[in-house]
């Protein structure tokens, strides 16, 4: 008797398990496309990310804190009698907020306009799919050399307001990036 009930709670179980979802890795950022285009006015970055808000940072955002999120892009040369030449070092910042009063969100990017949504899903659609972003203008890549493109996106906490900064360096769930990605452009 007690040893059918056992195997009965262990099917249990592993049918709880099954039915479950399964977590996202480290509740990271995962960085889905990235490639540089070349373009009349320099190289552009087109990319995308995947990632979700944890409860805690999704609560933030909904009582009025904003949270920045940094995209780093490197283009480095490489060169066999010397350090690898660094061509492009640049980075672009966008900023999440939502407004209790008027119940919207609303996305900044650095150097562009602000737009307002009214669901969170929209508005971090916005920062997961951006805008092509232009890393250098023209003549800054030597036509023909291949580079070396480093990116790197996720929230950065130096821009949260200080009370909270104590909290967010100490506490995991404030963490939200990516892993480095490396890829090779050929300048066009």
Request: charged share 20%; hydrophobic share 45%.
């Amino acid at each position: 008797m007690t040893t059918r009930f056992f195997r009965l709670f262990a099917a249990l179980l592993l049918l709880c398990a099954c039915a479950l979802p399964r977590a996202r890795a480290a509740d990271g950022v995962e960085i889905t496309r990235a490639y540089i285009e070349a373009a009349d006015t320099g190289y552009k970055l087109a990319a995308s990310y995947a990632f979700d808000l944890n409860h805690d940072l999704e609560g933030a955002v909904q009582s009025g804190v904003p949270l920045f999120f940094t995209t780093e892009i490197e283009l480095t040369r490489p060169r066999w009698y010397w350090f690898d030449e660094k061509a492009i070092v640049a980075k672009q910042t966008s900023k999440i907020y939502y407004n209790v009063l008027t119940r919207q969100y609303h996305v900044t990017v650095a150097g562009s306009v602000q737009q307002v949504f009214t669901t969170l899903d929209d508005a971090l659609f916005l920062i997961r799919r951006p805008s092509r972003w232009l890393v250098a203008g023209r003549g800054v890549l030597k036509p023909g050399e291949t580079y070396n493109v480093t990116l790197r996106m996720g929230m950065d906490r130096d821009y949260l307001p200080k009370p909270i900064q104590v909290n967010a360096f100490n506490n995991s769930d404030w963490r939200l990036s990516s892993n480095k990605k490396s890829f090779l452009y050929k300048a066009e």
